[in-house]
Nanobody, 115 residues
Framework: QVQLVESGGGLVQPGGSLRLSCAAS????????MGWYRQAPGKQRELVAS???????NYADSVKGRFTISRDNAKSTVYLQMNGLKPEDTAVYYC?????????WGQGTQVTVSS
């Protein structure tokens, strides 16, 4: 069974940067497209960015130009580099399979953008 463990969140000031990591157990990781999702308080979970097994990326309009998704198949890890953070980026961030998040959700990592 694939497990996902997110890390790298924290408290950062507006304009700051964070790099999130998601480590996946299981050798099937490399064949899946992966996505970073986030859920803010009182809101539905939304897709932030996705990356195919071959490295093609796509982003939500709200983060385009500020966030970069990447993956290292040898390490079964997907990353999210977040620059120019805004208060509205505050949320719990999760990774999962894209487009259908069929793996059990991990615990996520909290990102708080505040001065």
């Amino acid at each position: 069974q694939v497990q996902l463990v997110e890390s790298g969140g924290g408290l950062v000031q507006p304009g700051g940067s964070l790099r999130l990591s998601c480590a996946a157990s299981g050798s099937i990781f490399r064949i899946y497209a992966m996505g970073w999702y986030r859920q803010a308080p009182g809101k539905q979970r939304e897709l932030v960015a996705s990356i195919t097994s071959g490295g093609l990326t796509n982003y939500a309009d709200s983060v385009k130009g500020r966030f970069t998704i990447s993956r290292d198949n040898a390490k079964s890890t997907v990353y999210l580099q977040m620059n120019g953070l805004k208060p509205e980026d505050t949320a719990v961030y999760y990774c999962n399979v894209f487009p259908s998040p069929v793996v059990s959700w991990g615990q996520g990592t909290q990102v708080t953008v505040s001065s």
